[in-house]
């Protein structure tokens, strides 16, 4: 969730800046008054612990990010008010030191995250806490906050507010983000702030944070309430190993949600869907960024075909049924930082590890004929069946080679729908695939240094091959 410098107007971050301020001094001042000179550590390890579980980021559509925050979870522990403070300290110093997160755009951020994260988190927290206590059969310990008796309920509330609070949070960033395309509009129309309007960043931040963001929020909330609440005797030396869980945690998870997504093509009914996402997950993305659709007749003439917007992918319809389709996208600048990927060019990036400009072919066969037989010259990176693959059955072996500029290349991975290695090619460009029944997706990745582009160090294409098993 945290909006680049550049991405909103000064409307909308003054009007923030303008929000959080007294904000921030009501929060100082209610710490000071009420929280006890023994538990400012505390308020330290809950900035160190929330900076520390925002360096893990999704990168989202746009250049912004998704990612847990841990501000609920400080509410609970400390106080919706401590916690606002810790949170926003944590996001000035991403936003000052890392680069993650603009200077600009501070008020907006700590607004999104600390004050929602933690206010209204920590408020539907107290109200499930509330509401559940007259159905605890046990009455409550009254000896620790946290007896065994209430131990599910409050971890059920915190589950809950936490996964609220964030999507609450992602809810605003991207209504502030969409609605600069109609607030502030050049001469020839495009937006001088984020491009992207309401109905394409809302989705785009949402599904997100709906999903694998909002889930993995509430994973770290409870577990580590789990682990503070069972040893409150050692709060202390708990919260500092607290981090380290935090780490674990997403060395196990992250891997799987970084940048593990292709661009593919499905059928859909009598229709076909240009889908970009990993697995049986579907992100929105932006039309423009197809460049090139064709589609062939099992002799290898083309056949004319339309694109259509359709939910979360582009409709593709033939006059007439193809036997291959072929599409080129243009993803654009891709940055890996110490924060994680964000579709933006290393100039516009920060604390950048490599970047890379981005581009997709995929091929469809739905026959076999010349057009599926022949390389594409459209296709800078080709994979090419050197058999039928609609003869095969589940189990048999499909070779394929791939091919660089209409040349074979060796040493080349090949991987399924699920990014998992399944072999690499030979020395002819050769691959053999083993075959499964239903949707089979393959894709080779290859990159080569980028000459005279100061926004990437290397060229990255991904091509994939798409076809259907029945046997």
Not at 189 to 206: D, E, W
Not at 424 to 431: I, L, N, P, Y
């Amino acid at each position: 969730m945290h909006i680049p410098d550049g991405y909103l107007g000064p409307e909308t971050y003054g009007g923030l800046w303008a929000i959080m301020v007294p904000i921030w001094m009501v929060a100082s001042k209610k710490v000071k008054q009420s929280l006890e000179a023994t538990r400012v550590p505390y308020l330290a390890m809950a900035s160190a612990f929330s900076l520390v579980a925002m360096m893990f980021t999704i990168p989202l559509p746009g250049g912004t990010t998704g990612h847990i925050t841990g501000s609920t979870l400080v509410a609970v522990l400390l106080g919706p008010w401590a916690a606002l403070l810790a949170v926003s300290v944590a996001l000035m110093i991403q936003a000052l030191v890392f680069g993650d997160g603009g200077i600009t755009s501070i008020g907006a951020n700590c607004f999104n995250i600390a004050f929602i994260g933690a206010m209204v988190g920590y408020g539907i927290y107290r109200f499930i806490t509330r509401i559940g206590r007259p159905f605890i059969k046990q009455p409550p310990d009254n000896e620790k906050k946290f007896g065994a008796s209430n131990l599910f309920l409050h971890l059920t509330g915190a589950g809950i507010a936490s996964y609220l609070s964030i999507n609450l949070g992602g809810l605003f960033t991207a209504i502030e983000l969409g609605l600069q395309p109609l607030l502030h509009s050049g001469g020839s129309g495009a937006s001088l702030y984020f491009p992207f309007p309401l109905k394409m960043a809302i989705p785009a931040v949402m599904i997100p944070h709906l999903t694998a963001v909002g889930l993995l929020e509430v994973t770290v909330t409870v577990l580590v309430l789990l682990i503070i609440f069972k040893s409150q005797p050692a709060l202390v030396s708990r919260m500092k190993t607290i981090c380290f869980v935090l780490m674990f945690i997403f060395i196990a998870v992250f891997p799987t949600l970084v940048f593990a997504h292709d661009f593919w093509i499905e059928k859909k009914g009598n229709d076909f869907m240009v889908v970009y996402g990993h697995g049986s997950q579907r992100l929105e993305f932006e039309p423009t960024k197809i460049k090139t659709v064709k589609a062939f007749d099992f002799r290898g003439k083309e056949v004319e075909v339309t694109k259509e917007k359709k939910a979360t992918g582009v409709l593709l319809k033939p006059i007439e049924s193809p036997s291959l389709f072929f599409v080129e996208i243009d993803d654009g600048y891709w940055s890996k930082t110490i924060y994680g990927w964000k579709n933006l060019p290393k100039t516009k990036a920060s604390r950048v590890v490599e970047s890379f400009r981005s581009f997709y072919y995929s091929k469809a066969l739905l026959s076999w004929g010349e057009a599926a037989q022949r390389p594409l010259s459209d296709a800078k990176l080709d994979l090419l069946p050197l058999e039928n693959p609609f003869e095969l059955k589940e189990g048999n072996v499909l070779s394929i080679r791939v091919l660089y500029q209409g040349k074979p290349i060796s040493e080349l991975e090949v991987e399924g729908g699920d990014h998992k290695k399944i072999t690499t090619t030979d020395k002819e460009g050769v691959a053999k695939l083993k075959i499964s029944k239903g949707h089979q997706v393959f894709s080779v990745n290859y990159k080569e240094p980028i000459k005279n582009d100061p926004d990437a160090d290397l060229l990255r294409i991904t091509s994939t091959l798409t076809f259907e098993v029945t046997k």
